[in-house]
């Protein structure tokens, strides 16, 4: 079975360009997260969803970041404009609930670069 | 506050020697546990987790983890460490009913030596 799916695996930008990352979660997952990976402050939820609805997204930094769920297979986190201490790995992950340990998979990253 | 912590940053082992990585939490209820590894450029892998029952808990690629509520701990261990073990590896405590958000530690990163 594919698992979480991410795009682009890599992005360079410039300050104050627009990013859009892209998330396709495991088909018949009902929970969808977004994580960021810094040096600086390890992995941070930035906000979550269940059956496509935004359930917490109190780790969102700030209003330059938005995340989007329209439908069960697809999600997307957009950042602008984007700043450089925007730089990191931005994890997409996904669960069902009531799965044995419902147990959270995730995608390989998206590596953003913001020059 | 719900936390997570991994004392260790890096530990260097000799291939063919046993691992002991350390996690130790900070959580109100009963807690639900989650090791997980992450290799150069790629994503986060689930090793094992605990949720109830038998503190030991097994997991893939020869892992498992003691879960210490008296010393609030659940420290992962590999008997035998092979070079393709190098890795960080990320201790995480999942919170609400539904495990829905997981709180991660720092991570440690696993080197091996020949």
């Known amino acids: 079975d594919a698992g979480v799916i991410q795009s682009p695996r890599h992005e360079v930008t410039e300050m104050g360009q627009e990013v859009t990352l892209r998330c396709k979660p495991i088909s018949g997952h009902d929970y969808l997260f977004w994580y960021r990976q810094t040096m600086m402050r390890g992995l941070e939820l930035l906000i979550y969803f269940n059956n496509n609805v935004p359930i917490d997204d109190s780790g969102m930094p700030e209003d330059r970041f938005s995340a989007k769920m329209p439908n069960a297979s697809f999600s997307t986190l957009k950042i602008q404009p984007s700043e450089p201490r925007d730089s990191a790995v931005y994890f997409c992950?996904?669960?069902?609930?009531?799965?044995?340990?419902?147990?959270?998979?995730f995608g390989e990253g998206s590596w953003l670069t913001v020059v | 506050a719900q936390s997570v912590t991994q004392p260790d940053i890096h530990i260097t082992v000799s291939e063919g020697a046993s691992l002991e990585l350390r996690c130790n939490y900070s959580y109100g209820a009963t807690p639900y546990l989650f090791w997980y590894v992450q290799s150069p450029g790629q994503g986060l892998q689930l090793l094992l987790k605990?949720?109830?029952?038998?503190?030991l808990v097994q997991g893939i690629k020869g892992f498992e983890a003691e879960f210490k509520r008296s010393q609030s701990s659940f420290n992962l261990r590999k008997p035998s460490v092979h070079w393709s073990d190098a890795a960080e590896y990320f201790c995480?405590?999942?919170?609400?009913?539904?495990?829905?958000?997981?709180?991660f530690g720092t991570g440690t990163r696993l080197l091996v030596s020949p």
């Open positions: 992950a996904s669960s069902l609930m009531g799965s044995p340990g419902n147990t959270i998979y």
């Open positions: 995480a405590v999942g919170l609400n009913t539904g495990f829905q958000k997981l709180v």
């Open positions: 605990y949720f109830s029952g038998d503190t």
